[in-house]
């Protein structure tokens, strides 16, 4: 300020402001008239000059101030033209005062102030002037309705007085209007009829009332932003008709705060708020602010629209400055409800940074809220869903005496964001209809995140639960999740374990809700971790208890960046974390949850976008979440849930020891396993895993593949497994194999039970498990030396530090001890026995499927294909088949293979023309895809002795003859038989080939071209 110094100039302007604030007008009028000759801001001072000396009376000096003030600027500001007009009025000049309002109408056609002086100039003029103006002024009252009570009642007044018959203007997520009592409106788009109502007088209504509408249509939320709508009444179109589309947006309302200064000797502050609507920013938007005792101000952004009242453009609104209590301060939308300041629950008070309020000890120490917790249900789609979300809901509230302790008071507030669907709306009803939850609606869908701030600023002194419409809740689970936000200092949020629920997921990620019980896992939960919480990175959204102070002092979610949905309580329970706040799971609460429902297929492109943000603002978030999962600190709680899982499912007699090795075994145990359980009795499969220097054992429990959880260190968590197994009603040990499987764990498990082996490979004499050297071979079983070489330099399966002899002799041992050792083949039991002998062997054949006799081909094929089943690796035999195609190849032999099944690498088989894949295959279809195949024969290049081979099982039941080497259960079984051909181990692929040409000429199967035969396979 000229001639003042700043701090003077600004106190002045603070006195000038406080002494019209009290009314005082003399006393402003002797400070602007002592501040006006010393100050650059001559035109806010004369503004100042001008009300005050209006409010005092001094007309004639308003009169002369204020022609000051419209002559300071060229063109005239409209702002005070339209003070020009209310000086004219007051001085009953309504000529001139019409003149005025007209002029500013003219700069800005929604300007309310202008409209609403126009209208009172006209009214004491003439109603023929009324009527000359109503085109000027009514498309500014309705533009201003939804803000503006004043603008909404003059249109009231204009449509009861006669003036106009019918008149419609937008409002967020509505077009709203009034007409005659009795008057026909109907909403019209395209020529169809949207929806029709009839208008009706509110008999209770007073000069003093809000005008409420005489009509009101929901715009459809597929139409929102994208149409004109059309409103009829009586068949005339109403003033206001069309609306224009833009005017139809769902709001998008953003606001910003900034603290200009703090008067600490006034307890006040002062602020500069900027308020718009993002999606339609020619939009007036409406702040309330009120503290929590009974002050309030509301603040009307709106921009100017030059052009006309339902178009784009136009001047932005300008900032305002506002003076508020020093603290306690709370803004919101009036448009919407939502919080208008997402960082804090109030404005920051003291300065401008936001306060850091740590965490107060308290309030914790298991003392239960007694405030009403507020349950917020947004809901947008997907009715059964939803319906069934509620009706769980409900009957967990009507239930709640059944639970001691339960004594929380708790409002249900459905919120619903503007569904597409008809269904969804019509299930809101019933539950409006029936009166357990509070209903609101939104004026269009905003949006799930702004639909959660509306709910969470709803009631600013209660805590908060955020519930998914596609959640199903059971018993005391409020309560629990309570008792877990106070059950020690610091909590801010607790999230309850779900179905699926990212990393607070039980029994595993993602699991179905149609694949679990609610009722008894979450029974199950409240049993066995009873008040039990955990330390987590973040919550999740599903179900989020949040404390009211923590929402205090952190706000409310970011709806801007997060607004439909994914990341937002991610970033929320960052922010909190940066001040003390802790997150945590209760243990003992498992809420159900669909997953992605009201997303649908936009989830993963959600999901991503949302990372992207996060990592943005918090570049340490995903590396925290990525160090929780990889750390597993959940993993005790989902073993103890497991085992009580298991336990109310009856006990376990049967223990199977073996690990996953795929092929026969896997199958012979799944087939022992099925037979068990039919007999009704109990089986638990023990699964020796992880790296040598890392075991660990894992529990299945075949009936309840989703347990996958009970899981046991090998190395320190024995004594554990073994209580566990007891629990479980363990009585029989029932050894397949012991790869990965410790000497201590093994002997744990014989000294506690009786056991019996099945022998499905060689491991317990062959470190190597298959008796296959380092040439790809059978070894042949030499002297102990060599198979100590062998493993020296090529390596084996079992543990470090290991020798073929000890090896031997503690299997040896093992064998010895159990009720029986049981081998599929005599071959098998021969072999086990020079090393073991005094195991007790039985010779205990595989069950089998029929085999009928060769099926005899048509002669004469173009090639001769040979069958080659299951998975072939290195001692199945990949080598032998890829030389006999290479083989076929470069002969020209009519002879091809067909590989039903896979390979190690398929590639070079495939490379070489002579091989057909039909791909992996799974149980019990093996014999239908040989019989497909169209093959003659079938060859079994398995390199090692065979214990039984279910490969050969198969193509026998597929009618063929096979052609395998000479040596373990392949040879007894095809011996036994008395069909197929044995070829000597080792024989050059030159000759296997010829042998099988041979083989395919001795059923009748002639090539069209032939080729020479060698001798040496043996028929039998």
């Not at 947004?378 to 809901?393: E, K």
């Not at 949905?565 to 970033?571: K, L, Q, S």
């Amino acid at each position: 300020m000229s001639g003042l110094t700043p701090a003077h100039g600004e106190r002045l302007l603070d006195e000038i402001d406080a002494a019209l604030a009290r009314m005082d007008h003399e006393r402003a009028i002797a400070l602007c008239q002592a501040a006006l000759p010393h100050t650059d801001k001559r035109l806010s001072i004369l503004r100042k000059l001008v009300h005050a000396t209006l409010g005092a009376g001094h007309l004639q000096d308003a009169s002369l101030y204020v022609r000051q003030l419209v002559r300071a600027a060229d063109p005239p500001l409209v702002d005070d033209l339209v003070l020009q007009g209310v000086v004219a009025l007051a001085r009953r000049q309504p000529e001139d005062a019409a003149g005025c309002f007209e002029a500013a109408l003219d700069r800005d056609v929604v300007h309310p102030l202008a409209a609403l002086g126009l209208l009172q100039a006209a009214q004491v003029t003439s109603p023929s002037t009324v009527h000359a103006v109503l085109p000027c002024l009514v498309p500014a009252l309705c533009w201003n309705a939804e803000t503006s009570g004043d603008c909404l009642r003059a249109l009231r007044g204009l449509v009861a007085g006669g003036l106009l018959p019918a008149v419609v203007f937008a409002t967020a997520g509505h077009i709203e209007g009034f007409a005659t009592p009795g008057a026909v409106a109907e909403l019209i788009w395209n020529r169809h009829i949207l929806g029709r109502a009839v208008c009706g007088a509110r008999s209770d209504a007073s000069d003093g009332d809000m005008a409420v509408p005489a009509f009101r249509f929901v715009i459809p939320t597929a139409l929102a932003g994208r149409v004109d709508f059309h409103v009829l009444v009586n068949g005339v179109a109403a003033f206001g008709s069309p609306i224009a589309a833009p005017a139809t947006r769902v709001p998008r309302l953003v606001a910003s705060f900034f603290q200009a200064k703090t008067l600490e000797a006034e307890d006040a502050a002062e602020w500069t708020v900027h308020a718009w609507d993002a999606a339609y920013p020619q939009r007036p938007v409406a702040i309330e602010l009120r503290d929590d005792a009974a002050w309030s101000r509301r603040l009307v952004f709106r921009p100017a629209i030059k052009a006309s009242a339902s178009g784009e453009g136009g001047q932005a609104a300008f900032p305002q400055e506002v003076r508020t209590p020093a603290s306690g301060v709370r803004p919101f939308f009036a448009m919407t409800g939502e919080p208008a300041f997402w960082q804090g629950g109030m404005l920051p008070a003291g300065n401008r940074e936001h306060r850091r309020n740590r965490p107060s000890p308290s309030r914790s120490g298991r003392v239960l809220p007694a405030r009403t917790v507020d349950v917020i249900v947004p809901v947008y789609g997907d009715a059964d869903v939803t319906r069934t979300c509620l009706a769980a809901l409900r009957h967990s509230l009507e239930t709640r005496a059944n639970y001691p302790g339960q004594g929380i008071p708790v409002e249900v507030t459905v919120i619903v964001d503007g569904p597409p669907d008809a269904a969804v709306t019509d299930l809101v009803d019933e539950v409006a209809a029936q009166g357990w939850a509070t209903v609101l609606r939104n004026p269009g869908n905003l949006g799930f995140v702004r639909t959660v701030n509306r709910g969470m600023g709803l009631h600013v002194d209660r805590d908060v639960v955020l519930l998914n419409a596609d959640t199903v809740v059971h018993g005391d689970w409020l309560r629990r999740l309570a008792v877990a936000a106070y059950s020690a200092d610091g909590i801010g949020t607790v999230t309850p374990l779900s179905n699926d629920a990212t990393i607070l997921s039980y029994p595993g990620e993602g699991t179905p809700l149609s694949e679990v019980s609610v009722p008894l896992l979450d029974t199950l939960a409240a049993a066995t971790l009873p008040e039990r919480v955990a330390d987590i990175p973040t919550g999740v959204g599903f179900c989020f208890y949040i404390r009211r102070d923590c929402l205090e002092t952190v706000g409310y979610f970011d709806a801007e960046t997060f607004g439909q949905g994914y990341g937002e309580e991610n970033d929320f329970c960052w922010r909190a974390r940066a001040q003390g706040w802790r997150h945590v799971v209760a243990l003992d609460t498992l809420v159900g949850h669909v997953g992605g429902s009201s997303f649908g297929a936009e989830k993963r492109d959600r999901i991503q976008a949302a990372l992207a943000a996060l990592d943005r603002r918090h570049p340490d978030y995903q590396p925290a979440v990525h160090a929780f999962i990889a750390a597993n600190p959940l993993a005790a709680a989902r073993r103890a849930l497991d085992l009580a899982w298991a336990q109310s499912m009856g006990p376990r007699p049967y223990l199977l020891l073996c690990p996953r090795l795929g092929g026969g075994t896997d199958r012979f145990v799944d087939e022992q396993v099925a037979a068990l359980r039919a007999a009704g009795l109990g089986v638990l499969l023990l699964r020796a895993e992880g790296a040598k220097d890392a075991p660990r054992v894992r529990l299945e429990v075949p009936d309840a593949p989703q347990l996958r959880s009970l899981v046991y260190d090998g190395a320190t968590e024995l004594r554990e497994l073994m209580r566990d197994l007891a629990s479980l009603g363990g009585e029989r040990l029932i050894v397949h194999h012991v790869l990965h499987a410790t000497d201590a764990l093994l002997s744990a498990l014989v000294a506690r039970w009786p056991y019996e082996v099945h022998a499905h490979d060689y491991v317990w004499i062959c470190p190597r498990i298959n008796l296959v050297d380092g040439s790809g071979r059978y070894c042949g079983e030499p002297a102990a030396a060599v198979c100590e070489e062998c493993i020296q330099t090529n390596g084996h399966m079992l543990r470090p530090g290991l020798s073929a002899t000890s090896w031997r002799r503690s299997m040896a041992e093992f064998l010895a001890g159990a009720a029986r050792v049981i081998c599929p083949s005599h071959d098998t039991a021969r072999r086990l026995s020079a090393y073991a002998p005094d195991a007790r062997m039985v010779v205990q054949p595989h069950p089998d499927v029929a085999m009928p006799p060769a099926v005899p081909v048509a002669a004469s094929p173009g090639l001769v294909r040979v069958a080659v089943a299951g998975a072939i690796g290195d001692v199945k035999g990949y080598e032998v088949l890829l030389e006999c195609a290479l083989d076929a190849a470069a002969r020209n032999l009519p002879l091809e293979f067909c590989l039903v099944g896979y390979s190690r690498d398929d590639g070079p088989l495939l490379t070489t023309g002579r091989v057909l894949l039909t791909g992996r295959y799974g149980a019990g279809e093996g014999v239908d895809l040989i019989r497909a195949s169209g093959s003659h024969l079938g060859f079994l290049p398995s390199v090692w002795p065979e214990t039984w081979c279910y490969t050969l099982s198969e193509m026998l039941a597929a009618g063929l003859l096979v052609a395998a080497f000479d040596l373990g259960a392949q040879a007894e079984r095809l011996r036994a038989r008395g069909s197929g051909m044995l070829l000597p181990l080792g024989m050059p692929v030159s000759q296997i080939n010829d042998a099988l040409l041979e083989l395919a000429r001795r059923q009748g199967i002639v090539p069209i071209s032939g080729a020479g035969f060698a001798t040496g396979p043996a028929s039998v």
